[in-house]
């Protein structure tokens, strides 16, 4: 079992910057997949980034590429979502997913949530 806690959610007005970071229980991070997504209201949850378990690989989706960055720690069982020039758009919760499998995207491979962290962007 493997516990999620995103942080790091807030107000920031267009073109700034957040950086999300999420804490994991467990011993065995190292061993999962750890994806980003977010949901804004009135739609459905989307990928935003992923990175395999020992940071080698990384997938963004295209709305997001050249402007966010997910990295991660696996001494300190944290993965982070750093978020730059941020758009309106970007608005949603943010949720950290852990997946067993290697660098899989897809929230339906994903096997463990956390409960997300609002971002909004205002413009």
């Known amino acids: 079992q493997v516990q999620l806690v995103e942080s790091g959610g807030g107000l920031v007005q267009a073109g700034g910057s957040l950086r999300l970071s999420c804490a994991a229980s467990?011993?065995?991070?190292?061993?999962?997949?750890m994806g980003w997504f977010h949901q804004a209201p009135g739609k459905e949850r989307e990928f935003v980034a992923a990175?395999?378990?020992?940071?080698?690989?990384?997938y963004y989706t295209d709305s997001v590429k050249g402007r966010f960055t997910i990295s991660r720690d696996n001494a300190k069982n944290t993965v982070y979502l750093q978020m730059n020039m941020l758009k309106p758009g970007d608005t949603a919760v943010y949720y950290c997913?852990?997946?067993?499998?290697?660098?899989?995207?897809?929230?339906?491979?994903?096997?463990?949530w956390g409960k997300g962290t609002l971002v909004t962007v205002s413009s």
């Open positions: 997913a852990a997946a067993r499998l290697d660098s899989v995207y897809t929230a339906i491979d994903m096997d463990f």
């Open positions: 990175i395999s378990w020992n940071g080698g690989r990384t």
């Open positions: 467990g011993r065995t991070f190292s061993a999962y997949t």
